[in-house]
């Protein structure tokens, strides 16, 4: 029976080592690549070595949860920062997650969405707020005083904020210059000393108007492969999205295709169950770009697609 395909490649082993030297070429390059998150058992044998989290001969759940972003940083130089996306984390968890990492390893934190949801869904997990209007939302004050401050300490651990925003509805936005106008209130009121970066899921939102609003904040459009949006290839052929002095891209799905469903077509990550080629070969675009007009570059690849931007184990 033939070898299963690997996270990365269709090759028989999975050469890790060969994999972090040419990740670790091209940061010295500033061009950083990680993954969304890091916590994927699914990875063990690949990314992960198995027996680090044995506990009195046994895998440890625990251990793997606690320790694993160690061993991650031996691959990555950057890592996805999704969990800040669902609540605002206090300074204590803070002090915790940066204390279990290495200190090179560069987080791209996720804004909470209590600053980037306009009006709550009716899921269960907004409780009491479910349906209705958020009152935070792009409220600048809030936002430095609720997330940036516990973060303080740590802010030279960060590469660049995620500015996520969900597909607005007309009736959050019959069209798209009043966003556009918000944003711009937002972000004019952000402190400079950072990098910051915007990811919008509305098409339409893909307009002059939204590029100016980023780069005069010197703001980064995230080029992102989402179910909604144009591919890759289709916003890069945009030059006005080339908005700062730094750039940000998200392989996640492929357009038209749902995340409900991506889940359950690639759980639980343990192999390449899809190629993408054409999303590799955008980002490969983006790379040469970044180089050409040297510009740092943040490339957050998901998991399940390969759309790493090489084959790290023939080249």
Known sequence: MPLQPTLFDNAPAFDREGLAAKIRSLSQ????????????????G????????????RFSKKKFHEESIQEYAETFPIVGGDFSFYSIPEQSFWKKVFAGAPPHLKWNLKVPEDFTTKRFSKQRRYGLRAGLENPTFLDGDAFQGAFLEP?????????????EFGTFSKLSYPEPKS????????????????RYSVEI??????????FDVLRSNRVAHIFTSWSRMPSLREQLLIEEAFTAPFTV?????RPGRAYERAVEM????????????SARQALR???????????????????????MPFRPLRE
Do not use: C, M
């Not at 390059?29 to 063990?44: A, H, M, V």
């Open 179 to 194: 966003f556009f106008d918000d944003l711009n209130g937002f972000l004019t009121r952000l402190p400079r000393d950072f």
């Open 201 to 210: 899921r509305n098409d339409d939102f893909l307009d002059a108007a939204y």
């Open 249 to 253: 891209a998200r392989a996640l799905l």
């Open 29 to 44: 390059r500033n061009i950083f690549i990680g993954t969304s998150s890091w916590r994927y058992e699914g990875w063990l």
């Open 285 to 307: 675009d983006l790379i040469d770009r970044a180089s050409k007009h040297e510009i740092a570059a943040y490339i957050h690849v998901t998991t399940g697609s390969k759309a």
């Open 151 to 163: 973060l303080a300490p740590y802010l030279d651990r960060v590469g660049a904020f995620l500015i």
């Open 46 to 57: 690949q990314v992960y070595t198995p027996e680090r989290y044995f506990t009195r001969g």
């Open 266 to 277: 690639f759980s639980p990550y343990t192999k390449v169950r899809e190629e993408y080629p």
